[in-house]
């Protein structure tokens, strides 16, 4: 079983910064691509920024947002600065991970973690 675990969500003030982390963890045969996508609410899930061959980011995020790995830790992280309020959001990792089970790829979601950014 695969798992991808989320931490370093919270309250934040417009112009702060957080760093968002995700851990992949199982019967990891190898990992392809990991990103961040958020949702707010009433509103569909989004990229934000995705890691792979190419780097990705949204419009909204460029020259704020900065994704970086450490594959040998299965480790994916999100720093976020220049916060503004609409960054408010679920925040979610996502990874194209094929498992030892039967080497097939598959997206795998964590659980999402709070970002606020509020004064």
């Known amino acids: 079983q695969v798992q991808l675990v989320e931490s370093g969500g919270g309250l934040v003030q417009p112009g702060g910064s957080l760093r968002l982390s995700c851990a992949a963890s199982?019967?990891?045969?190898?990992?392809?691509?990991m990103g961040w996508y958020r949702q707010a609410p009433g509103k569909q899930r989004e990229l934000v920024a995705r890691?792979?061959?190419?780097?990705t980011y949204a419009d909204s995020v460029k020259g704020r947002f900065t994704i970086s790995r450490e594959n040998y830790k299965n480790m994916v992280y999100l720093q976020m600065n220049s916060l503004k309020p609409e960054d408010t959001a679920v925040y979610y990792c996502?990874?194209?991970?094929?498992?030892?089970?039967?080497?097939?790829?598959?997206?795998?979601w964590g659980q999402g973690t709070q970002v606020t950014v509020s004064s």
């Open positions: 199982g019967s990891i045969f190898s990992i392809y691509d």
């Open positions: 890691s792979g061959v190419i780097t």
């Open positions: 996502n990874a194209d991970i094929a498992a030892y089970t039967d080497y097939k790829r598959r997206d795998y």
